[in-house]
């Protein structure tokens, strides 16, 4: 079966520095990976995708993220944190065309 | 444009209580999903549709039904509500094709069962 394991609850790190978001993966097959964000009383919002090309996936507000096929982890990225970037992370794994399966979350702090 | 609304943002039952959570999508998606979220176990999804007439279950169905009479809307029902059905609950909806899997989410809707 499909799924995702973000092996960290939370991530801190001071404004300025680079930030990394763990995700690892198992899947059969090709992997479709992607990373959602969820602010504070919000819903999620897509961050990026991966599905094939490039191991190196930019998105939204200036995030990447890597794809490492021998280490079936696709960890989030940011050269230089905001405090604005304090929230919930979602790695999530395409289950099948019709679903998406999410990890359970690390939250970022970002402290200035 | 709203995108994805869900009605209503907060709602206390008694337990044995039914009620249905409502949502509507103005962007012609094909797909929609409706997901609980739990503190440590990320979101679940309960029940999904991949058009109008049409559901499956999701991870964790039990205890819900959901219904897709319009392409727009899908309702998720619990008709005796118990504790463990508190969460807050998130609505998703995405296109097909190149779009699909990138969902675009509600606000969510807490629920609590007394």
């Known amino acids: 079966a499909q799924s995702v394991a973000q092996p960290e609850d939370q991530v801190n790190v001071a404004e300025g520095n680079p930030l990394t978001v763990k995700c690892t993966y198992s899947?059969?097959?090709?992997?479709?990976l992607f990373w959602y964000v969820q602010y504070p009383n919000r819903g999620l919002q897509f961050l990026l995708k991966?599905?094939?090309?490039?191991?190196l996936v930019k998105g939204s507000y200036g995030f990447e993220a890597e794809f490492n096929k021998s280490q079936t982890s696709f960890h989030l990225k940011k050269p230089s944190a905001l405090v604005s970037d304090s929230a919930l992370y979602f790695c999530a794994v395409r289950h099948n065309t019709d679903k998406l399966i999410f990890g359970t979350g690390t939250r970022l702090q970002v402290f200035p | 444009n709203a995108g994805v609304t869900q009605t209503p943002k907060f709602r206390v039952l008694k337990t044995g209580q039914s009620m249905t959570l409502l949502c509507a999508q103005d962007?012609?998606?094909?797909?929609m999903y409706w997901y609980r979220q739990d503190p440590g176990m990320g979101l679940r999804l309960i029940h999904y549709s991949v058009g109008e007439g049409t559901t499956a279950k999701g991870e964790v169905p039990d205890g819900y039904n959901v219904s897709r009479l319009k392409k727009q809307n899908f309702l998720l029902g619990l008709e005796s509500a118990a504790p463990s059905q508190t969460s807050v609950y998130f609505c998703?909806?995405?296109?097909?094709?190149?779009?699909?899997?990138?969902?675009?989410f509600g606000a969510g809707s807490r629920l609590t069962v007394l």
């Open positions: 991966y599905i094939t090309g490039d191991n």
């Open positions: 998703a909806s995405s296109s097909q094709g190149t779009g699909a899997n990138v969902l675009t």
């Open positions: 899947v059969s097959g090709n992997p479709y």
């Open positions: 962007m012609n998606h094909e797909y």
